[in-house]
């Protein structure tokens, strides 16, 4: 059974910091691309950041660049996210996504984990 698990969100205050987790289950981890995604109320759910399979290479978005920090550990099936210096804008659901690295129809979602950030 596939499965991944977000978890570390909240409410934080501006400037705060907060790290994501993203426990992956049921697939060969190693094989696949992660990303983050977010999704804020009434708005479309973008990319955050994404990492390559042994974390090659990494994208962010460009509202994110300087303040979040993608990793995996593919020992432990896990992916995180640390943000720092966070902002009201952050504020939306974050998403774990992998997708195959040779075939993008393989992929697999989480649940989301909230975060909020406000005063």
């Known amino acids: 059974q596939v499965q991944l698990v977000e978890s570390g969100g909240g409410l934080v205050q501006p400037g705060g910091s907060l790290r994501l987790s993203c426990v992956a289950s049921?697939?060969?981890?190693?094989?696949?691309?992660m990303t983050w995604y977010r999704q804020a109320p009434e708005k479309e759910r973008e990319l955050v950041a994404r990492?390559?399979?042994?974390?090659?290479?990494?994208n962010y978005a460009d509202s994110v660049k300087g303040r979040f920090t993608i990793s995996r550990d593919n020992a432990k099936n896990t992916v995180y996210l640390q943000m720092n210096s966070l902002k009201p804008e952050d504020t939306a659901v974050y998403y774990c996504?992998?997708?195959?690295?040779?075939?993008?129809?393989?992929?697999?979602w989480g649940q989301g984990t909230q975060v909020t950030v406000s005063s």
């Open positions: 996504n992998a997708v195959h690295y040779s075939d993008s129809t393989d992929n697999y």
């Open positions: 049921g697939f060969s981890f190693s094989r696949y691309v």
């Open positions: 990492i390559t399979r042994y974390g090659t290479n990494r």
